[in-house]
């Protein structure tokens, strides 16, 4: 079946505590990207890759780190996160200035 | 500056009527254009699309139409079904061009009422 998977979907953590949420995808897409949804802000970009060890920053990508060393994986790493940074999070794969296949979006919480 | 806005937040339409969604564009240089519908707790998922060659595409119940000149599109549901409440994006690209990143609007909460 062809997904977009990430992990975890649900994690509540402290301030300042490095976290990573993986994200995969098995369709063999090129570009991958991760947003952020906030209420009343819709979807916004943090970082967008075309291809592999090729990453670029989107809208909001303060406090972010990604790398694409691998096709298929785009994992999104937060070195010091700040209660700012809660909220939900969708990582998706897709051809490049076409559809976008989303995963099931991770809920983070940072106290 | 947003270069794709979804200008209502919500809509509210009866069951079995049309329901119309608007989305305006800044950005001149957009050539496709999607809409996502979003269910909480859930991901987007990818409802219908449209080049900028053409100024209507149809798939169903979902219709999309596209204004170029006035930099506009919008969904039809029709009919609308209770299932179609949820949250509707509206997104662009410059899918021809280099960067190829969707924009997204901020979306609009559709509610079909039985």
């Known amino acids: 079946e062809a997904q977009v998977t990430q992990n975890p979907r649900y994690l509540i953590t402290v301030t300042g505590k490095k976290l990573t949420v993986t994200c995969s995808q098995n369709?063999?897409?090129?570009?991958m990207s991760w947003y952020r949804q906030d209420p009343g802000l819709g979807l916004r970009q943090i970082y967008y890759?075309?291809?592999?060890?090729?990453?670029d920053k989107g809208d909001v990508p303060e406090g972010y780190k990604v790398s694409r060393k691998e096709k298929r994986n785009f994992p999104l790493i937060l070195e010091s996160p700040s209660p700012n940074q809660t909220s939900l999070y969708f990582c998706?794969?897709?051809?490049?200035?076409?559809?976008?296949?989303f995963g099931p979006g991770t809920r983070l919480t940072v106290t | 500056d947003q270069q794709v806005k979804q200008n209502s937040p919500s809509l509210s339409v009866q069951e079995g009527r049309i329901s119309i969604l608007n989305c305006d564009y800044t950005?001149?240089?957009?050539?496709?254009f999607l809409w996502y519908k979003k269910y909480p707790a859930e991901g987007p998922t990818f409802l219908i699309s449209?080049?900028?060659?053409?100024d209507k595409n149809e798939d169903g119940r979902f219709t999309v139409f596209l204004n170029k000149s006035a930099k506009h599109l919008s969904l039809h549901i029709v009919p609308s079904q209770p299932g179609d409440s949820a949250v509707y994006f509206c997104?662009?690209?410059?899918?021809?061009?280099?960067?190829?990143?969707?924009?997204f609007g901020k979306g609009t909460k559709l509610s079909v009422k039985p």
């Open positions: 998706a794969s897709g051809l490049v200035g076409g559809e976008q296949y």
């Open positions: 369709m063999n897409h090129e570009y």
């Open positions: 890759s075309m291809n592999v060890e090729v990453t």
């Open positions: 950005n001149s240089m957009f050539d496709y």
């Open positions: 449209i080049s900028s060659i053409k």
């Open positions: 997104a662009a690209s410059d899918y021809g061009g280099s960067q190829g990143n969707l924009i």
